[in-house]
């Protein structure tokens, strides 16, 4: 029987579109990851209003320094200037700041900003956990290794050293723009949740595109390799 009270305590959301979007309007690149920034603003002001505890956004993967400087270079300069800009709004609604991946790799400038406001945001009661120079595979690796120079590898042992330990298990994960695949996200986490492919593109993401996705996993049966 399908539970229709079930409510996705932990959503992660694949961010895909951004250069469609600017495409598809004649605009440049740089415009598409720069309304993709406003749509994560948004969404992240809308999570008082969801059942949501953690929401994790793919920014950056490990794999994307294989794009044009130029690009690179901008997605950055975003990024300062979203820390920047809404760091004081983060602690104003008790958002917590929480980082996957090797984000200690990033410029030392971006690195300082990002331990400032992981220590101001550290008593959060609600998480917006952020993938930074992040891929799964060389995630599950490194806990891994850690886990074998710790003692036994075990289930437990690696998921107390994945980048995500600490968060809730995943519920729900979102890709937009109408790709069907993972791209190296979350590989681990995935396990048992429950995924939904929109081709909405990112920057027309809106939290009514969310509340519609938190409305499908509301109903959808979790068996969890049960019958």
Same mark, same amino acid.
């Given at each position: 029987m399908t539970d229709t009270t079930q409510e996705a305590r932990h959503v992660a959301i694949i961010m895909d579109g951004n250069g469609r %979007?600017?495409?598809?309007?004649?605009?440049?690149?740089?415009?598409?990851? +720069?309304? $993709?920034?406003?749509?994560?603003?948004?969404?992240?002001?809308?999570?008082?209003? @969801?059942? *949501?505890?953690?929401? @994790?956004?793919?920014?950056?993967?490990?794999?994307?320094?294989?794009?044009? #400087?130029?690009?690179?270079?901008?997605?950055?300069?975003?990024?300062?200037?979203?820390?920047?800009? #809404?760091?004081? &709004?983060?602690?104003?609604?008790?958002v917590k700041l929480h980082i996957l991946g090797d984000w200690r790799g990033l410029a030392p400038d971006i690195v300082e900003m990002l &331990? #400032?406001?992981?220590?101001?945001? =550290?008593?959060?009661? +609600?998480?917006?956990?952020?993938?930074?120079?992040?891929?799964?595979?060389?995630?599950?690796?490194? /806990?891994? +290794?850690? /886990?074998?120079?710790?003692?036994?590898?075990?289930?437990? =042992?690696?998921?107390?050293?994945?980048?995500?330990?600490?968060?809730?298990?995943?519920?729900?994960? *979102?890709?937009?723009?109408?790709?069907? +695949?993972?791209?190296?996200?979350?590989? %681990?986490?995935? /396990?048992?949740? &429950?995924? *939904?492919?929109?081709?909405?593109? %990112?920057?027309?993401? @809106?939290?009514?595109?969310?509340?519609? /996705?938190? #409305?499908?996993?509301?109903?959808? &049966?979790?068996?969890? $390799? $049960?019958?």
């Open positions: %979007w600017a495409k598809r309007k004649h605009l440049p690149r740089a415009m598409g990851h +720069r309304k $993709g920034v406003e749509a994560v603003r948004e969404l992240v002001r809308s999570l008082k209003d @969801t059942p *949501i505890e953690c929401l @994790t956004l793919y920014a950056f993967s490990s794999e994307n320094w294989k794009r044009p #400087d130029e690009e690179v270079d901008d997605l950055m300069n975003l990024m300062r200037k979203f820390i920047k800009s #809404d760091l004081p &709004e983060f602690i104003a609604n008790d &331990e #400032d406001a992981l220590e101001q945001t =550290s008593k959060g009661s +609600r998480t917006l956990a952020v993938a930074l120079n992040y891929g799964a595979q060389a995630e599950i690796v490194q /806990a891994a +290794r850690l /886990a074998a120079e710790a003692g036994e590898i075990t289930q437990e =042992s690696i998921e107390a050293n994945l980048y995500s330990a600490g968060l809730p298990p995943l519920d729900l994960l *979102i890709r937009t723009s109408g790709e069907v +695949r993972l791209s190296n996200f979350l590989l %681990w986490q995935c /396990a048992y949740a &429950e995924m *939904i492919f929109t081709d909405v593109l %990112w920057p027309d993401f @809106t939290p009514a595109h969310l509340q519609d /996705a938190l #409305d499908q996993f509301a109903g959808r &049966e979790r068996r969890f $390799g $049960g019958r």
